[in-house]
């Protein structure tokens, strides 16, 4: 084969990543990020566009800010095959995801779960709910509510019985 | 800079997979939180798991996350101090998600997941039928739940002192015997308190001996109805030579020994037919020498795992005074190669003398 050398010549332009295609993402906020398909496939969406011919402009992610689009950017690069020599260093750099410490860290991780559930990415998916779950299972009913935004439709009745029911739960 | 933006709205099917993650304990709290979480985590439901116990430890094991190589396994925490007893504990019944456990101070219905327990020293005298070493010697146990009453209900049978079988029944709500039962001459051993009564379909069954006329004995099944409170006979499947037992496996009562040729053999209950010995139907037969190393060991079915395999483990019989012995490898059956792949990571220094099988559920034990 012979397609080196004549390649080398002429082909310095357009696609410095040799022959694979650059994704254009535009965030809600007006960010424009360029991502390898290779990379950007690993959201079912995004693949699935690809699939159907219609990721030939500009993708528009909408309900997700630049910001997020960055961190999730940075999580395809991290998960992309052969980009992190082993598991273990990997599995590191996820356990970053595992604590929420304050306020701006769980509005990270709330708004990574909804651009994972948006652009449909198993991985980010998984791992933002398990940091979830592990910042929420110590926490108390009425933090619970709080942290969800959810409001009780118990009375206090039931609500008295329900927690002698399950006593043991509510201890230390 | 901070952002103080009002959280978005998160999908409900986000929230339950957050939620499925969490432990029993947290779930147990969390059912307050309002109606819709209490309905959803009223009725989560998993895949069964097996507890391995030993005389002073618990430990979950989920066999379906678990490889070839690595068992996974957690301890668990059992609620309440154990003395000094030569017992430690013993878990005699397992019915939704809820093991009954007996332990030097009486006993305890325990919902190994969430932690729930509640003690029932009140339901009987712990200290009556003690024997020597502390232990209930010579009771057989069973515990289930009686769907129509919504009650559970312990067995206990004992025998009396012109040798027939006494059996009490316990409700957990009314907190007192509800009856007292004979059972007759003809049903007559019934193996020790290491098996207790398997729990299916609002009966629970022992595995006994019975006389047939003055002259034969044959094996069979106690089987004792919860709801309306009979007990009736099914004699066994004539296939077994020695080591038989029951257990539950894929949701229905089995039994399984060895036969003549010395294969491992297993058979099913048909659902709904209780009457005569008709209703057995041959599950499989593991045609493999007996074990190696001491001549006693022997395989004990444990579950089927969710692509049908047979999870197995071993026993041996040691004294006169339990047919199970210590338990420390676990196969998986290999029906096409006729093979047992062994799965290997247990703690080797747990010494595992019972395995059962239970379904995490948030059953909470005070609501009885």
Not at chain 2, 94 to 102: A, E, R
Request: include cysteine; charge should be negative.
């Amino acid at each position: 084969m012979s397609t080196a050398a004549t390649a080398d010549a002429s082909s310095s332009g357009d696609t410095t990543e040799g022959s694979v295609r650059l994704l254009t993402l535009q965030s809600e906020d007006g960010e424009v990020f360029e991502v390898k398909e290779t990379i950007a496939t690993q959201s079912v969406t995004i693949k699935g566009m690809v699939d159907d011919d219609c990721a030939t402009s500009t993708i528009p992610v909408c309900n997700v800010t630049g910001r997020t689009l960055a961190m999730v950017i940075e999580w395809w690069n991290k998960h992309e095959i052969g980009a992190v020599s082993n598991e273990k260093e990997l599995k590191e750099w996820e356990s970053q995801f595992d604590t929420i410490d304050d306020k701006s860290d769980r509005d990270d991780v709330y708004d990574l779960l909804m651009a994972a559930n948006y652009l449909n990415i198993p991985t980010l998916l998984d791992c933002c709910t398990s940091a979830v779950a592990e910042a929420i299972k110590g926490k108390s009913t009425d933090e619970m509510r709080e942290f969800f935004d959810i409001k009780s439709d118990f009375d206090e009745k039931e609500e008295d019985a329900l927690r002698k029911e399950n006593q043991w739960a509510f201890e230390n | 800079m901070k952002r103080t933006k009002q959280l978005p709205h998160v999908p409900d099917h986000i929230i339950l997979e957050i939620l499925r993650s969490l432990p029993g304990k947290s779930l147990a709290r969390f059912k307050c939180v309002c109606k819709s979480w209490h309905s959803f985590l009223s009725q989560l439901k998993y895949d069964h798991k097996v507890i391995l116990c030993s005389s002073s430890s618990f430990r979950s094991v989920d066999f379906e996350a678990s490889s070839r190589n690595i068992i996974k396994d957690v301890r668990l925490d059992f609620p309440l101090e154990v003395g000094g007893g030569v017992c430690g504990y013993t878990v005699i019944g397992s019915c939704n998600g809820l093991l009954l456990v007996i332990y030097d101070e009486g006993l305890v219905i325990w919902n190994p997941w969430t932690g729930g327990h509640k003690a029932l020293s009140s339901l009987f005298d712990p200290l009556e039928n003690f024997d020597d070493f502390g232990c209930y010697f010579d009771d057989r146990f069973g515990f289930g739940y009686d769907h129509s009453t919504d009650d559970y209900k312990i067995v206990r049978i004992s025998r009396s002192d012109d040798n027939k079988y006494q059996v009490e029944i316990y409700s957990l709500k009314t907190k007192s015997c509800q009856k007292r039962i004979t059972l007759p001459w003809q049903i007559g051993y019934i193996k020790r308190r290491r098996q207790p009564g398997n729990f299916i379909n609002g009966a629970l069954y022992w595995p006994i001996r019975y006389a047939v006329g003055f002259e034969s004995i044959s094996l069979a099944v106690l089987r004792f109805d919860l709801s309306n409170q009979e007990f009736n006979v099914i004699l066994s499947p004539k296939e077994f030579q020695r080591r038989e037992q029951l257990g539950v496996l894929g949701g229905r009562l089995c039994m399984f020994g060895y036969n003549r040729e010395n294969h491992m053999c297993m058979w099913a209950m048909e659902d709904n037919v209780e009457n005569q010995n008709q209703n057995w139907i041959k599950l499989l037969s593991i045609p493999l020498p007996p074990l190696e190393e001491t001549e006693g060991r022997f395989l004990i079915p444990v579950c089927f795992m969710n692509n049908g395999e047979l999870l197995l483990t071993t026993g041996q019989r040691k004294s006169y005074i339990e047919l199970i012995g210590d338990i420390q490898e676990f196969f998986i059956y290999d029906a096409e190669e006729k093979t047992l792949k062994e799965m290997r990571g247990i703690n080797e220094f747990f010494t595992v003398y019972k395995t059962i099988t239970y379904t995490q559920t948030l059953v909470s034990p005070l609501m009885y």
